[in-house]
C-alpha cells in the first residue's frame, strides 16, 4: 500500500517535471494553436476528473441522506469555487499572454507571477489527489486502488502540458533552459505537498469525506472557467480548444471508468 501510496502522490508532479523539460529538447516556443490544443485537453481532463472521481463519490457516499444526498456535494462544491476565488484575490499572479496582474499590487517579478498563477491553480489538483487516498486509507468503499490511481494519472497527462505552457515562454524571454525548468517543475511541488497535508490530517477529515471530494471538484472547475477555457479561446476564432476539450473530457472518462 505505502508504495501505491507514493506512487500516486508523485505522479501528478512527475507529468509537470516532464513538461517543464521540453526547454531541454524543443528550440521554439509553443506554436499557439499547440498551446490551445494542450490547454483545452487539459480543461477536458479535469472536468471528467472533477465529475467522475470527485463528485459523483460523494454523492455515492452520501446515499443515507436520501434525496438530500447532492447536498454534501452541492455545499463543498460551493465552499471550493469560493476558496480559489479568495486566493486569486489575496495572491498577486500574472496568467499566460496576460500584461495585467492579478491580486494585490506587488514588485514581484513577472516570471515569479507566472509561475504563483500556475501553482495557485496546482492545489486543487494536489488535494484531490490526497483526498481520494485519504479514502483508500481508511477504506471508503466508493473508492479504489485503481480508480485513485486513474485520479493520479489523469491529472499527471494534463500537467505534462501545464509544466511546457509554462517553461517554453520562460525560455523565449530569455531565462535560462536550466531556471525555466526548475520555475516550470516548481509550480507543481505544491500538488505532493497538498496531498501530503491532506493524508497528515486524513484521520480528522474522514467524516466529512464527500465535502472534500466535492471542494476539490470546485477548486478544479474554478480554474477550468476562470482559466483554462479563455486561454484555449483566446485570439483568433478556432474549434481547436474546444475538440481537444472533448478529446481530454473523453480520455480521463475512460481511464476512470475503466480502471476504477
Known amino acids: 500500500m505505502e508504495i501505491e501510496l507514493i506512487k500516486g502522490l508523485s505522479i501528478p ?23 490551445r490544443a494542450l490547454t483545452g485537453f487539459a480543461a477536458g481532463v479535469m472536468t471528467a476528473a472533477s465529475v467522475w472521481s470527485l463528485l459523483i463519490p460523494a454523492i455515492e457516499q452520501s446515499q443515507s441522506m436520501g434525496k438530500l444526498a447532492f447536498l454534501p456535494a452541492a455545499v463543498g462544491f460551493m465552499i471550493g ?5 479568495a486566493l486569486d484575490s489575496l495572491i498577486p499572479h500574472l496568467h499566460m499572454h496576460s500584461e495585467k496582474a492579478e491580486g494585490p ?9 507566472l509561475v504563483l498563477a500556475v501553482t495557485i491553480h496546482n492545489i486543487p489538483e494536489g488535494m484531490a489527489v490526497g483526498v481520494v487516498y485519504a479514502g483508500l486509507l481508511f477504506g471508503n468503499a466508493e473508492i479504489t486502488a485503481t480508480g485513485a490511481m486513474a485520479l493520479a494519472l489523469g491529472i499527471a497527462i494534463q500537467n505534462f502540458p501545464e509544466g511546457a505552457i509554462i517553461s517554453m515562454p520562460l525560455k523565449a524571454e530569455g531565462t535560462g533552459k536550466g531556471k525555466a525548468f526548475a520555475l516550470g517543475a516548481l509550480s507543481g511541488a505544491v500538488e505532493p505537498v497538498g496531498a501530503v497535508l491532506v493524508l497528515v490530517m486524513a484521520g480528522l477529515l474522514i467524516p466529512v469525506m464527500p465535502y472534500l471530494l466535492s471542494f476539490a471538484a470546485g477548486a478544479m472547475i474554478y480554474v477550468v472557467v476562470e482559466e483554462l477555457i479563455p486561454e484555449m479561446s483566446e485570439g483568433e476564432h478556432s474549434n481547436l480548444g474546444t475538440v481537444m476539450f472533448a478529446v481530454g473530457f473523453v480520455v480521463m472518462m475512460i481511464l476512470d471508468v475503466a480502471l476504477g
Open 13 to 35: 508532479f512527475a507529468g509537470t517535471a516532464l513538461g517543464s523539460a521540453c526547454v531541454f529538447f524543443m528550440k521554439k516556443e509553443l506554436d499557439l494553436s499547440v498551446q
Open 81 to 85: 469555487i469560493f476558496f480559489l476565488l
Open 105 to 113: 499590487r506587488s514588485r514581484l517579478k513577472k516570471t515569479t507571477m
